[in-house]
T-cell receptor, first 110, second 117 residues
Framework: ETGVTQTPRHLVMGMTNKKSLKCEQHLGHNAMYWYKQSAKKPLELMFVYSLEERVENNSVPSRFSPECPNSSHLFLHLHTLQPEDSALYLC?????????FGPGTRLTVL | AQKVTQAQTEISVVEKEDVTLDCVYETRDTTYYLFWYKQPPSGELVFLIRRNSFDEQNEISGRYSWNFQKSTSSFNFTITASQVVDSAVYFCALSENSGGATNKLIFGTGTLLAVQP
C-alpha cells in the first residue's frame, strides 16, 4: 500500500461536464501536490498545498480548481475541459525532503 | 534555471544484462536533492532514492546502484542483472532545498526500460 490513494483511477468526460478528482494520504504529511503527466512531456507541477494553504499555482488554467479541506485530502475540480487536458493526473504528499505519489487518475476529455 | 535531462528515451535489454540510465542536471543552487522514481504500467511513481548534494558517496541497494558525480552534474542509475519486472519508465528529478514543508521537483522526461525475457 502506497499511503496515497486517488479516485477515480479512470475518468472519461465531455467538455461541458464537471467532475472532481480526489486524493487522500495516510502518511501524516503536511504538503500535497497535483501534477499533470502528458505523453512525451515531463511531469508538470500544477499546485502545491502546505498545511491546507495553497503555496504554488503554476499558471494553471482556471478550469482546474484545487481544494484542500484538510492535510489528508486534496481535490481537483474540473469544468469545461479541453481535449488537450487529457492526461494522467498524479497526486503526491510529502515533507520538505521527498514526495510520495498516488497511482494517478487517467483522464480522457472527449 | 533548473533542468533535468534524460537523453535516453528508450532502452531495451535482455534479462540478466546490466543497464545504466543516465541523468544530467543543471542548477545554480549549492544545496539540492536528486531523486529517482520508477513508474510501472500501473502509473504510480515509486520512490527509489534521494541523494543530498553534499553526499557524493555512491549507493548500492540490492541490484540497484547510483553514481553521483558532482563534477559532471550527473546522477546515473544502474540495474545489475536486469529482470522483466524492472520494465518501467524511470524518472530522474531535482529539487531545491527550500527548508520549508514543501519541495518543488523538476523531472526529466523519463527513460522507458524494456527488459526482454
Amino acid at each position: 500500500e502506497t499511503g496515497v490513494t486517488q479516485t477515480p483511477r479512470h475518468l472519461v468526460m465531455g467538455m461541458t461536464n464537471k467532475k472532481s478528482l480526489k486524493c487522500e494520504q495516510h502518511l501524516g504529511h503536511n504538503a500535497m501536490y497535483w501534477y499533470k503527466q502528458s505523453a512525451k512531456k515531463p511531469l508538470e507541477l500544477m499546485f502545491v498545498y502546505s498545511l491546507e494553504e495553497r503555496v504554488e499555482n503554476n499558471s494553471v488554467p482556471s478550469r482546474f480548481s484545487p481544494e484542500c479541506p484538510n492535510s489528508s485530502h486534496l481535490f481537483l475540480h474540473l469544468h469545461t475541459l479541453q481535449p488537450e487536458d487529457s492526461a494522467l493526473y498524479l497526486c503526491a504528499s510529502g515533507t520538505g525532503d521527498e514526495q510520495f505519489f498516488g497511482p494517478g487518475t487517467r483522464l480522457t476529455v472527449l | 534555471a533548473q533542468k533535468v535531462t534524460q537523453a535516453q528515451t528508450e532502452i531495451s535489454v535482455v534479462e540478466k544484462e546490466d543497464v545504466t540510465l543516465d541523468c544530467v542536471y543543471e542548477t545554480r543552487d549549492t544545496t539540492y536533492y536528486l531523486f529517482w522514481y520508477k513508474q510501472p504500467p500501473s502509473g504510480e511513481l515509486v520512490f527509489l532514492i534521494r541523494r543530498n548534494s553534499f553526499d557524493e558517496q555512491n549507493e548500492i541497494s540490492g541490484r540497484y546502484s547510483w553514481n553521483f558525480q558532482k563534477s559532471t552534474s550527473s546522477f546515473n542509475f544502474t540495474i545489475t542483472a536486469s529482470q522483466v519486472v524492472d520494465s518501467a519508465v524511470y524518472f530522474c528529478a531535482l529539487s531545491e532545498n527550500s527548508g520549508g514543508a514543501t519541495n518543488k521537483l523538476i523531472f526529466g522526461t523519463g527513460t522507458l526500460l524494456a527488459v526482454q525475457p
